[in-house]
């Protein structure tokens, strides 16, 4: 019976070691080790050529045996979480489609990888890696590539020869400038770039037509680069904490832009053409210089998030109230005084953040509504005790909970 097993899972268990009877499992093609105390790949396996996946993740392997190169199916291997330090170059001439070796101590990679031309995932994150070696842009079917958190100063030249990637993940390197290759990834539709040196994009970089997902934040931006206005189809763009000054009013251009993330910049005035950006869902400016929002941010009306905390407002657009999809505003850190809202058209607001300001007073419709908040901060504010005693028996009599409320001293 156990001679004919093909899917072995064994995880989380305190396993060392596997039985000699293993060597018999002809038929075996796929085995999960996951969260066991091996110190090494079980050679019992080496004998099991019918195996196509094999999955060890957090364990304690050190070294990759050998033998290995005798699993003439294998397909898939993980070893996340474990504490390799290299990867033999026998290992890229197996048909492996899906290497991950995440969380490990390795350094570098072999210098020849031209065996490696059916791999289409590879997830090398959180390692200590200082380069890529130019064969891996051999790798012609390769469609995720992983590398965030390692010590990557640059990309190889020749990454725009991935023509299938649509999946690239550099977070957390070294980074400072990319390849002007790179505008030959033409099927990339995920690109994080985030807590680099980045200053500024290639011209090529524009021909990224397939992008809907753009991570730059953390990085040493000077400006919005004119290169990413060129991304019609990008749906998500994050440029938070670099030095950007302004906001071009050609960020029309991203008609399907549903997320947009500018928080910790030095932005001071956002343009009027924002208001034109039909399926925003998610707006952050918060920790800008600005000391008013745009009026035709009212005509965003699928907004559902709206952060403009940290930043120099002493009003907000008449009409805003009338934003019917929004469920959180959060406007902690400014100047305002005063709330004009009409909370009766904002049904679905359920997170309001106030704290910081300067509010004198709250309209007798604004303290009705309060109860209805599930997240409502106002801490910091010269509000009369009155008031605050008033908002505070309304959330109490509805049984809501989360509120912070605590006059200015």
């Known amino acids: 019976m156990l001679r004919s097993l093909e899917v072995i899972h064994a995880c989380e268990n305190e396993l060392d070691t596997l039985p000699e009877s293993f060597v018999k499992l002809d038929l075996l093609e796929e085995i999960c080790l996951d969260g066991n105390k091996f110190t090494e790949l079980p050679c019992v396996l080496s004998s099991n050529h019918a195996l196509r996946s094999i999955s060890i993740d957090r364990n304690r392997i050190s070294l990759l045996p050998g033998w290995l190169e005798q699993l003439t199916a294998l397909e898939d291997l993980r070893l996340n979480g474990n504490i390799v330090r290299d990867l033999p170059a026998n290992?890229?001439?197996?048909?492996?489609?899906?290497?991950?070796?995440?969380?490990?101590?390795?350094?570098?990679?072999?210098?020849?990888?031209?065996?490696?031309k059916r791999l289409q995932i590879l997830f090398?994150?959180?390692?200590?890696?200082?380069c890529l070696p130019k064969s891996l842009c051999e790798a012609c079917e390769l469609e995720q590539l992983m590398i965030k958190s390692n010590e990557i100063s640059q990309l190889p030249d020749e990454v725009g020869l991935l023509r299938n990637l649509k999946m690239l993940s550099a977070d957390k390197n070294h980074i400072s400038e990319l390849p002007c290759s790179m505008g030959g990834l033409t099927n990339l539709s995920y690109l994080s770039l985030s807590e680099n040196r980045i200053s500024w994009l290639p011209e090529e970089f524009g021909n990224l037509d397939s992008l809907r997902e753009l991570w730059l934040d953390g990085n040493l931006?000077?400006?919005?680069?004119?290169?990413?206005?060129?991304?019609?189809?990008?749906c998500e763009l994050w440029l938070g904490d670099n030095q950007i000054r302004t906001l071009p009013s050609q960020v029309t251009e991203l008609r399907h832009l549903q997320v947009l993330n500018l928080w910790s910049n030095l932005i001071e005035e956002l343009p009027e053409e924002i208001g034109q950006l039909a399926e925003l869902r998610?707006?952050?400016?918060?920790?800008?210089?600005?000391?008013?929002?745009?009026?035709?941010?009212?005509?965003?009306k699928r907004l559902g998030v709206l952060n403009a905390s940290g930043n120099r407002l002493t009003r907000i657009?008449?009409?805003?109230?009338?934003l019917s999809k929004l469920c959180g505003l959060r406007l902690a850190g400014n100047r305002l005084r005063e709330l004009p809202l009409k909370m009766g058209a904002m049904k679905l607001l359920d997170s309001l953040h106030l704290e910081q300001n300067d509010l004198r007073e709250l309209s007798s419709e604004v303290v009705e509504r309060l109860g209805l908040i599930g997240d409502l901060t106002l801490s910091g504010n010269p509000l009369p005790q009155k008031v605050i005693d008033i908002a505070s028996d309304v959330v109490r009599s509805r049984g809501r909970h989360v509120l912070r409320l605590v006059p200015l001293e």
Do not use: C, W, Y
């Open 317 to 322: 657009p008449e009409g805003i109230d009338g």
């Open 91 to 116: 290992l890229f001439a197996l048909p492996l489609r899906r290497l991950e070796a995440e969380g490990n101590l390795i350094a570098s990679l072999p210098a020849n990888l031209s065996g490696s």
């Open 124 to 130: 090398l994150g959180r390692n200590r890696l200082t």
């Open 282 to 300: 998610e707006l952050d400016v918060s920790h800008n210089r600005l000391n008013e929002l745009p009026s035709s941010i009212v005509n965003l």
């Open 221 to 234: 931006l000077s400006e919005t680069p004119p290169q990413v206005m060129k991304l019609s189809f990008l």
